[in-house]
């Protein structure tokens, strides 16, 4: 595989190749969505070609993961047929120093907290440009609703001192459709001092399925960086 050409994309590509070398064979491993773990699914169907890798399973979080895997020939299968799994691999959009985690800029949030929540062991992959002091400072929270209720789901956000914005699609006329065919409110708040009640708090407002707040799950995460022109790759 050649070098990607620009920093962040060789950070990106760096940590998801650090991830998928921690992947061993016989595993069952979670397979998130975003672009820096789509470098650790082609890294994942590399060493499965190679041999080095063997009889690994991949559970995709989002139609995404599940195209590339099939590109790449990971084997996958669906949670119905597996009782465990044993490492999920994901990226993020913000990590505090608590590795708690903002996700959902792919709309696959829910999936990803389904999947990540199940591992034994959670690795999350990101470049620096990622780490923040405090969730919400650089990016909303993803939350996704159910259609029919996206006005009132909408006020009650509001009143809790969110400001919410449907997410609208890019090569898509309309809001972006999730993999569940639900939309997706984009919430900024002024400070998120409490990610663990936030979280809960959203989740509890009625017609809302998932945010992207991750709390208290996370394991590991490998932070790509470049340092003179050389990509290096850190751990938290
Ligand atoms: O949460 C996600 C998708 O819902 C992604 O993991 C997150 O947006 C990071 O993506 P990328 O690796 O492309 O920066």
Same mark, same amino acid.
């Given at each position: 595989?050649?070098a !990607?050409?620009?920093?962040?994309?060789?950070?990106?590509?760096?940590?998801?190749?650090?991830?998928?070398?921690?992947v %061993?064979? +016989?595993?069952?491993? *979670?397979?998130?969505? *975003?672009?820096?773990? !789509?470098?650790?699914?082609?890294?994942?169907?590399? /060493?499965? %070609?190679?041999?080095?890798?063997?009889?690994? @399973?991949?559970? #995709?979080t989002?139609?995404?993961?599940?195209? =590339?895997?099939?590109?790449?020939?990971?084997? =996958? !299968?669906?949670l119905?047929?597996?009782? /465990?799994?044993? @490492?999920?691999?994901? +990226?993020?959009?913000?990590?505090?120093?608590?590795?708690?985690?903002?996700?959902?800029?792919?709309?696959? /949030? &829910?999936?990803?907290k389904?999947?990540?929540?199940?591992a034994?062991?959670?690795?999350?992959v990101?470049?620096?440009?990622?780490?923040? $002091?405090?969730?919400?400072?650089?990016?909303?929270?993803?939350? $996704?609703v159910? #259609?029919?209720?996206?006005?009132?789901?909408?006020?009650?956000?509001?009143?809790?001192?969110?400001?919410?914005?449907?997410?609208?699609?890019?090569?898509?006329? +309309?809001?972006?459709i &999730?993999?569940q *065919?639900?939309?997706?409110?984009?919430?900024?708040?002024?400070?998120?001092?409490?990610?663990?009640?936030?979280?809960?708090t959203l989740?509890?407002?009625? *017609?809302?399925? $998932?945010?992207?707040?991750?709390?208290?799950c996370?394991?590991l995460?490998?932070?790509?960086?470049?340092?003179?022109?050389?990509?290096?790759?850190?751990?938290l």
């Amino acid at each position: 595989m050649t070098a !990607a050409a620009d920093p962040v994309k060789l950070m990106k590509q760096e940590v998801g190749k650090a991830a998928a070398a921690l992947v %061993k064979s +016989g595993s069952i491993v *979670g397979l998130g969505t *975003g672009s820096t773990t !789509a470098y650790t699914i082609q890294f994942l169907g590399d /060493h499965l %070609k190679s041999g080095e890798l063997q009889d690994i @399973i991949g559970i #995709p979080t989002s139609f995404q993961s599940e195209v =590339l895997a099939k590109q790449y020939g990971v084997p =996958l !299968a669906t949670l119905d047929a597996i009782d /465990h799994i044993d @490492i999920a691999i994901d +990226g993020a959009d913000e990590v505090d120093p608590q590795k708690n985690l903002i996700k959902g800029g792919g709309a696959a /949030h &829910t999936r990803e907290k389904v999947v990540d929540y199940l591992a034994e062991q959670f690795i999350v992959v990101v470049d620096s440009g990622k780490l923040v $002091e405090r969730l919400g400072s650089t990016f909303a929270v993803p939350v $996704e609703v159910i #259609p029919m209720a996206i006005t009132p789901v909408t006020n009650a956000i509001k009143k809790l001192g969110g400001k919410p914005e449907l997410r609208m699609g890019i090569k898509k006329a +309309g809001p972006v459709i &999730t993999d569940q *065919g639900n939309f997706v409110l984009d919430v900024r708040f002024d400070s998120i001092e409490d990610p663990v009640s936030l979280e809960k708090t959203l989740n509890n407002i009625p *017609g809302v399925l $998932e945010n992207g707040i991750f709390v208290n799950c996370v394991d590991l995460v490998l932070i790509g960086e470049v340092k003179d022109g050389q990509p290096l790759v850190r751990q938290l």
